[in-house]
């Protein structure tokens, strides 16, 4: 395998499959079962799901709310998207830990990074819920942050396409996608791979990202297994 411990980051609104709210069951299915062929292989995987299929914070300031109430209502969507993923995992026999940045202890365990470590040595898969815990962060944000406090190898950003392109390919059938770039030359190019908060803290401490497409069935694997799959940012 490529990498030994990963931090998988799943978007919200992939959660929703062909819905327009909510979690759909069958896209729900589809992640567990991707998730169990690689911790089954081995790989220690800790998970960041952004809450968009629930709430988003930007939806907040857009109906009016504080910005601030907005966000911690966003943080709260991926605690419940995290114990949906829990939930799927745990009736398929996988031992799991979700972990919050805020406290909630009647649903899941509050965050601390050495017991976070402990459950991935011990072949638990750990799931981030609730964001940094502090408003004004997104969940790309979180996935950056944790990954470099449980000392994971890489990011691997699972969206609807297969890396990075040069342009929008769902909108431009012309778009060519990078194989690898380096953190300057995105930054140069302009290209919207992470926020620019996630974005620098992976840079500065030199963890790779990968942009890839978690909604073909098997892409993550081969990605493990070293096969050319999306975008590599190191």
């Known amino acids: 395998m490529k990498y030994k411990r990963i931090l998988l980051k799943l978007s919200g609104e992939a959660l929703m499959g062909s819905a327009n709210y909510g979690i759909d069951p069958l896209r729900l299915d589809q992640y567990t079962r991707e998730i169990i062929k690689v911790k089954d292989s081995g790989v220690e995987i800790a998970i960041v799901i952004g ?30 998207n995290g114990m949906a993923l829990q939930s799927a995992l745990e009736q398929k026999g996988i031992y799991t830990r979700l972990m919050s940045g805020i406290a909630m202890e009647q649903v899941c365990e509050p965050f601390i990074r050495r017991r976070a470590i402990r459950h991935l ?42 890396g990075v392109y040069t342009a929008d390919p769902e909108k431009d059938p012309s778009a060519k996608r990078y194989d690898s770039l380096s953190f300057q030359e995105a930054y140069q190019k302009g290209l919207d791979i992470m926020d620019m908060t996630a974005f620098t803290l992976c840079m500065e401490n030199k963890l790779p990202i990968v942009v890839f497409n978690m909604n073909t069935e098997g892409n993550l694997m081969s990605l493990l297994e070293g096969e050319n799959e999306g975008t590599l940012i190191s």
Do not use: H
């Not at 907040?60 to 605690?79: I, K, P, S, W």
């Not at 609730?130 to 699972?158: M, W």
């Open 121 to 162: 040595e011990k072949g638990r898969v750990v799931i981030f819920g609730a964001g940094t815990g502090n408003p004004y962060f997104t969940t790309d944000s979180t996935a950056a942050l944790r990954a470099i406090e449980i000392q994971a190898e890489v990011v691997l950003k699972g969206t609807r396409v297969n």
């Open 51 to 80: 809450g968009g299929n629930i709430f988003r914070g930007v939806q907040a300031e857009n109906a009016g709310f504080d910005r601030v109430q907005g966000d911690y209502m966003g943080m709260l969507a991926t605690v419940i």
